[in-house]
């Protein structure tokens, strides 16, 4: 299993929301797999720079690249991407 996890931060605190809810689109890709976006909830004391975050469990990586070339994965891209000043991807092992 993989589990990837992406953190975004917004270059600007109002484009927080456009973000989450773009993102928010990627739970409606169907596959074998779990997704999760969240808002950060800034609860750290030190560092709460990330605004939103993905997080998956994907079995393998053929279904983690199945996700990623998924027509709807683009679309949030196209959304996110102008808006967003930080993001931080990892893939690690489950």
Known sequence: MIRHIVMFSAKEPTDIDTIYNGL???ENIEGNWTLNI???TKQDQISNDIDV???GEFPDKEAL?????HP???DTIK???PLRDKRIAVDIPA
């Open 53 to 55: 975050v993905v997080y």
């Open 38 to 40: 969240s808002k950060n």
């Open 72 to 74: 709807v994965y683009n």
């Open 79 to 81: 959304i996110v991407r």
């Open 65 to 69: 690249e199945t996700y990623k070339s």
């Open 24 to 26: 928010k689109m990627l």
